[in-house]
């Protein structure tokens, strides 16, 4: 059965709802505020209802907004948002082959700067390094957004990828887990995965078309939901917490995090994204082995350099390594 599907005026008054927060809104503000008859506004409150939204009725007060539905759709997501390019323009599905790919696909046809794909299911979900990326639907977050950057070179389009790395960082934080990157963008609770990164990009030799950066984070999976090999290697906001989060809220705050870090990308440079990257590390001062292209290199990880290059001391002198699956081993 198709999903109901939000009018223009009843994403307003759930916005002029959400905005309340816990206060009660009277039936008149909001048809004062919006345009809307006394009778449009109830009929749309109970259209959110039908869709899954609790909204009280306090007697002779008005209408307070309680809980949401646990879905990703523009309708939940937009009145969370605070950003003015990131998720500004939403593309919300159902089911995709991979929010990277749909983001791809937009952005060669001439998406805009900030525009955002997400997705309650991939069927073909991709990590780094030829990977594949699985995620129980309806559960996790999965989505790709379309960065413009302006004068930034080719070689320094990764940074973005430590820009996101530091934004997921801070959005698990702020919902209550101790998340640390592991270079150069994996991002883990108590040595376990729980968010992993995609950068792509198309570029010419001096100038980048678009970047599309992809985010796949573990909120609500439970235990059971990871295949048998990752479960000793995956982990989720709901495992962390023992209780689960609000989707929309987490993904508002990451998309709303990675603006944050982008804009003070594109004014301060890359020095204020290595400080903070280097502060939510979980790499550096450990031993560490990285599986490169060209084989394995195996020492202490001490720093990051200026191009986001991990660093690695070894037996036989310092290696600078710019791509790798990084293993950490033990604190040097
Ligand atoms: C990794 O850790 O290997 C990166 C995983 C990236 C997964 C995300 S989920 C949303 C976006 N779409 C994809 O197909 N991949 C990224």
């Known amino acids: 059965m198709p999903e109901p599907v939000a009018s223009g005026s009843e994403e307003l008054v759930l916005a002029f709802l959400a905005e ?93 700067h900030g525009e955002v794909v997400v997705a309650e299911r991939q069927t073909a979900g991709r990590g780094r390094r030829g990977r594949t ?98 479960a000793d290697l995956a982990t989720s906001v709901l495992i962390e917490r023992d209780h689960p989060a609000p989707r929309a809220l987490f993904l508002a705050a990451c998309l709303t995090a990675l603006e944050d870090w982008y804009d003070r990308h594109a004014e301060g440079g890359f020095g204020p994204i290595r400080e903070a990257w280097k502060e939510r590390s979980v790499t550096l001062g450990r031993q560490v082995s990285v599986k490169t292209d060209t084989g394995e290199i195996t020492g202490t990880a001490f720093d990051i350099d200026v191009t986001g290059a991990l660093l690695v001391r070894t037996a036989v002198g310092v290696e600078r390594i710019f791509s790798g699956d990084v293993a950490l081993l033990r604190p040097a």
């Open 133 to 230: 990326w699985s995620s129980a639907a309806r559960r996790n977050v999965a989505f790709s957004v379309i960065l413009r950057p302006e004068g930034l070179p080719p070689v320094r389009a990764s940074e973005l990828t430590l820009v996101a790395a530091v934004a997921v960082c801070d959005a698990l934080r702020q919902a209550g887990v101790e998340a640390g990157i592991k270079w150069p963008n994996d991002v883990l609770v108590g040595g376990r995965k729980i968010a992993g990164i995609l950068t792509e990009l198309a570029a010419e030799a001096d100038e980048v078309h678009w970047v599309v950066v992809g985010v796949g984070v573990n909120v609500n999976a439970r235990r059971e939901d990871f295949p048998p090999e990752l």
């Open 20 to 112: 309340a927060g816990d206060e009660v809104v009277s039936g008149e503000a909001i048809s004062d505020k919006l345009g809307l008859t006394r009778a449009a506004v109830w009929k749309h409150v109970e259209a959110l209802r039908q869709q899954g939204y609790r909204i009280d009725a306090v007697a002779t007060r008005g209408y307070r907004l309680v809980e949401v539905p646990d879905r990703l759709r523009a309708l939940e997501l937009r009145p969370l948002l605070n950003t003015h390019d990131v998720g500004q323009v939403l593309h919300c599905f159902e089911e995709v082959d991979s929010t990277n790919d749909r983001a791809k696909a937009l952005a060669d046809d001439g998406a805009e």
